[in-house]
């Protein structure tokens, strides 16, 4: 069974920083590519970011030069750093994995 747990949100004012995890289990973590999205207030999932297994990584236009994923193959845990934060980055963040997602972790931006 596919599990992921989300952690590291908090409230943070306009140009800060945060970093989320997502720990995996339940699969063979190595072998598959690992997203993040995000769902803000009354709006639709959007989706953030996404690394291969082999490490390449993409982003939406919303947060390109801002956020940063990464993966610890040896942890099974994957990260995302978000650095300048915008009032607009307030929202659920989700780790996901072939439509799969966890609890998720609120992240407000706010002054």
């Known amino acids: 069974e596919v599990q992921l747990v989300e952690s590291g949100g908090g409230l943070v004012q306009p140009g800060g920083s945060l970093r989320l995890s997502c720990a995996a289990s339940g699969f063979t973590f190595t072998s598959y590519a690992m997203s993040w999205a995000r769902q803000a207030p009354g709006k639709g999932q959007e989706w953030v970011s996404r690394i291969n297994s082999g490490g390449i990584t993409t982003y939406a236009d919303s947060v390109k030069g801002r956020f940063t994923i990464s993966r610890d193959n040896a942890k099974n845990t994957v990260y995302l750093q978000m650095t300048s934060l915008k009032p607009e980055d307030t929202a659920v963040y989700y780790c996901?994995?072939?439509?799969?997602r966890g609890q998720g972790t609120q992240v407000t931006v706010s002054s």
């Open positions: 996901t994995i072939n439509g799969a």
